[in-house]
């Protein structure tokens, strides 16, 4: 039996999947938290990823590895393949102002246009411009600049301060598209310069590997190229053209399959590429999982007692709207915004209104991304939704209210991990597995408009 090894570092932990290669069963998994935080120690992904793969077995009798992890954070390797200062996650805001500077200096079509994205903060390349601006002596020191998962991946072929081959590093296209100085014609340099304030032209970039592609180790272990978590997820459930993902987790994000790019210069959409050689238009809110864990916590319930309590309310919450943008947003993009509650009478202000209010400014938020996807041609025909929070009744049942195509919950699983596996096999096999499912089921409902339009009544 041939085992491949899939892997989600993810913001919040690391999970380990171990796969028998020719039948998708699970044989084995691990995991190991990751430390709160907008920047983090890389190394402490690491040591989470060293704890995952010793409860998940090892690797002794591994054949084939593909790591997915967080996208956009900054990786910064001076010469010596050290890392210079903690990595700025996509969730960190600081650079807001810096993606403001690079669409005035390039242009938000230009960047449209060659990247298939409009810089906001999640970026890669607006973080880098805010090192420049704010620690110009480490971007001095840059001399690679890699993503979460390629520095996984180059540290487990066994890479690093103590053999620092930079020219190792790899990466896919799903990354590399979130970066902001990569698009379908490869890096764009120019773009990276500008970004750094400096000539680029030198600073080691991650090799963008296939589909099915790989690179070795000293060991003799398969390294498919990884993805980012949301293509890593679209593998993992098999997404199809017509699919559309919706995904409530720490970040809550919409995403479709798609065969052709999409170019959106207000930068709402991003045009980002996905792991089985497509595209995958999307759309991210910062605040997503926590709105419902702070919720629980000011009403002091579980959350089964806040489902149990929004399902006591009617839908539209009586009026009561919670605009759910806690630290911020990405979409709309709104860094410095807060959350705001509207609509609160002596009638509406109960605990079962504030509870469905929660969950519905989470969804409400998500179904404006499918609209902004819908309106560059993107036609999906039923919805997928997944993350915690879809084991919810009180978000399923509202979720059928909120959009207006089926919503379907998949089985409860890590899909990003079961993606990456599904990579690791692709690469041994040199041909995309069709592992079977393990169900869904449909989310009983009708959409109620109401909903929507007094939502979308309180936009800015």
């Given at each position: 039996m041939a085992l491949v090894i899939g892997v989600d570092s993810s913001t919040q932990s690391c999970k380990v999947v171990v796969r028998d290669a020719a039948t998708?069963?699970?044989?084995?998994?691990?995991?190991?938290?990751?430390?709160?935080?907008?920047?983090?120690?890389?190394?402490?992904?690491?040591?989470?990823?060293?704890?995952?793969?010793?409860?998940?077995?090892?690797?002794?009798?591994?054949v084939a590895v593909s790591i997915a992890g967080q996208q956009h954070g900054m990786v910064a390797l001076d010469a010596e393949g050290r890392v210079i200062r903690p990595a700025l996650l996509w969730n960190d805001t600081r650079s807001a102002a810096a993606a403001?500077?690079?669409?005035?200096?390039?242009?938000?079509?230009?960047?449209?246009?060659?990247?298939?994205?409009?810089?906001?903060?999640?970026f890669t390349v607006t973080k880098l411009r805010w090192l420049a601006d704010s620690e110009p002596e480490n971007a001095a020191r840059i001399a690679a600049v890699a993503l979460p998962h390629d520095w996984l991946t180059w540290r487990l072929r066994g890479f690093g301060?103590?053999?620092?081959?930079?020219?190792?590093?790899?990466?896919?296209?799903?990354?590399?598209?979130?970066?902001?100085?990569?698009?379908?014609?490869?890096?764009?340099?120019?773009?990276?310069s500008l970004a750094l304030r400096r000539d680029a032209t030198d600073i080691v970039l991650p090799r963008v590997l296939g589909p099915a592609e790989h690179v070795g180790s000293a060991a003799g272990i398969r390294f498919a190229p990884g993805a980012g978590d949301n293509a890593g997820a679209a593998l993992g459930l098999g997404a199809r053209s017509g699919d559309a993902v919706v995904s409530i987790g720490t970040s809550g994000t919409v995403f479709a399959v798609t065969d052709a790019p999409v170019h959106d210069v207000s930068g709402t959409v991003a045009g980002f590429a996905d792991a089985a050689g497509g595209w995958l238009p999307l759309i991210a809110t910062l605040n997503a999982a926590r709105v419902l864990d702070a919720t629980s916590t000011l009403l002091?319930?579980?959350?089964?007692?806040?489902s149990e309590l929004a399902l006591g309310a009617e839908p539209g919450s009586a009026?009561?709207?919670?605009?759910?943008?806690?630290?911020?947003?990405?979409?709309?993009?709104?860094?410095?915004?807060?959350?705001?509650?509207?609509?609160?009478?002596?009638?509406?202000?109960?605990?079962?209104?504030l509870a469905r209010a929660a969950i519905e400014g989470v969804l409400c938020g998500l179904a404006e991304g499918l609209d902004a996807i819908r309106a560059h041609g993107v036609s999906p025909t039923?919805?997928?939704?997944?993350?915690g929070a879809a084991q919810s009744p009180a978000v399923r049942t509202i979720a059928a209210q909120v959009f207006d195509l089926p919503v379907v919950v998949p089985a409860p699983a890590e899909y990003v991990a079961l993606g990456a596996s599904a990579q690791a096999a692709w690469a041994l096999t040199g041909s995309r597995p069709a592992w079977d499912g393990d169900g869904s089921d449909a989310a009983a409902g009708s959409p109620v408009p109401g909903i929507r339009s007094q939502y979308a009544a309180r936009l800015p």
């Open positions: 998708g069963t699970v044989v084995r998994s691990g995991r190991a938290p990751h430390p709160d935080g907008t920047e983090v120690d890389p190394g402490a992904w690491w040591d989470a990823l060293q704890e995952a793969l010793a409860q998940a077995g090892g690797l002794d009798d591994v403001a500077d690079l669409i005035a200096e390039l242009g938000a079509e230009e960047f449209s246009g060659r990247t298939g994205v409009v810089p906001v903060a999640s301060p103590q053999d620092p081959q930079l020219d190792e590093l790899v990466t896919d296209r799903s990354d590399a598209s979130g970066t902001g100085y990569w698009g379908a014609d490869g890096y764009d340099r120019s773009i990276l002091g319930v579980a959350h089964d007692g806040l009026g009561l709207v919670l605009q759910p943008w806690f630290e911020g947003e990405r979409t709309p993009n709104l860094p410095d915004a807060t959350a705001t509650l509207f609509g609160m009478t002596l009638a509406s202000t109960t605990r079962e209104n039923r919805i997928l939704l997944v993350g």
